[in-house]
């Protein structure tokens, strides 16, 4: 008798969070950056062992926006 025949099917969980997220400090993807249950506008990334704010992040982000919409308003080459 096969014992593995009568066993049922363990139903695995959809995968939830966001996977390559990279840290902000050390640009690393491959590292796990957490958030604090204590405080949801704390971050830790567990590549670099650094500490981040939401606001850090908010900042960043800011300065590529700028950037980005810069280059939306450059003209175009012509070849």
């Known amino acids: 008798m096969n ?4 066993k049922p099917e363990t139903h695995k969980p959809a995968r939830r969070g966001f996977p390559s997220l990279p840290c902000i400090l050390c640009g690393n993807a491959n590292g796990a950056v957490t958030v604090s249950l204590e405080d949801l506008g704390q971050f ?3 590549e670099c062992d650094e500490h981040f704010n939401a606001d850090a992040v908010r900042q960043q982000l800011s300065q590529w926006q700028a950037v980005l919409t810069w280059c939306d308003q450059a003209p175009a080459v012509s070849e």
């Open 44 to 46: 830790h990334c567990n």
């Open 3 to 6: 014992a593995t025949a009568n």
